[in-house]
């Protein structure tokens, strides 16, 4: 049987190492392999104003599965100041390519689970009965829709005409913005489609039946925002009704989610939500399992069998030019195991999990951020464990 190829995508700052250490630890772990790399970043919108080149798409049609760092993102205006001199005259406008990789192949489906390791010192904490500290077990799935939404890209500042007038048309946009002028005004859209929305809400019921979660908390703001909202959670009330009855539905508006994370995290089992709702709601519980050091996430097209996986990091450029790297490369460890469960190599990513779950409980390797030091180049000068440091210890579990 031939080897499996992955698309590895580096992207920029931290991606790097963190992605060069996880492929370190699939080696060891037994997964089998070949890895080619596709050009996604900061410096393919430099150089050539296209930060997802056209080559890259191609890799990921042709090999399915991608494996990806982290990215940088910049407004608008410093992006442009940033592009090649000779390619300043020729209209181009920066987006997100993590953004175009999930539109373009239609990975609708995001899924970043959040749970707590034992003994990891980031852990949330609460005060208790009898003022005694309590640690509450996080074991939660968030079902981001990834694909509309406010991240659907339908933009526009000083709107054309045929789009001002057509809001003109609807009495709330005329009364309150009707008096600004067209060019002071900039405009997001909120889309959400019944077919993505279904999609995405199978996808979290199905996930709870098969795993065993009791419930399933559709995190939106349905009694503000009672379109889009408020579609999603009467779907997820027909969907539940007609076919997982035995799965309680939850319904909470983002805000109050956001004050609820540090009362009662352990209650909450799969939560689903918008784009923008989901990747506010996910980061949020990240921070009780130790930060976005620890989140993982999965990005797919169930029809299509292509997915990416990434951690939820940014590319935090002020740790990219260390001369080591100290950044913490569980979360892209993880990523990649859900990478291996989604092409059903669930043995390797449960030992790989393990692997991870005992370096943690141990005690003995910290990064940086786990030893609570900042950021700074000699953290592991002052006992922290580098990148490469964390994902030995990894290798040697395994």
Known sequence: MSKRTIVALPGDGIGKPVLDETIRVLNAAGFEADYVEGDIGWEFWCDEGNPLPERTLKLLEEHKIGLFGAITSKPKDEAFDELSPELKTKGLVYSSPIVGLRQHFGLDICMRPCHT????????????????????????????????????????????????????????FKKNFGSAPKSEISISTRIFTKNATERILRAAFNHAKKYGYKSVTVCEKPNVIRETSGMMYKMAQQIQKADFPDIQLWNTNIDAQMMWLTKNPEDYGVIVAGNMFGDIVSDGFAGLIGGLGFACSAQFNPDSGIGVFEPTHGSAPKYADYETSIVNPVAMVESACMMLDFINENDIAAKIRKAVAEVIEEGKVRTYDMSKMRGSADVVENGAASTKEMADAIIAKL
């Open 117 to 172: 390791y034992q003994g990891n010192p980031l852990n949330f904490i609460r005060r208790g009965v009898g003022d005694t500290v309590e640690e509450p077990m996080v074991d939660v799935v968030i079902f981001r829709q990834n694909t509309e939404g406010l991240y659907g890209g339908v933009e526009w500042s000083d709107p054309p005409e045929q789009v001002y007038d057509a809001l003109m048309t609807h009495p709330k």
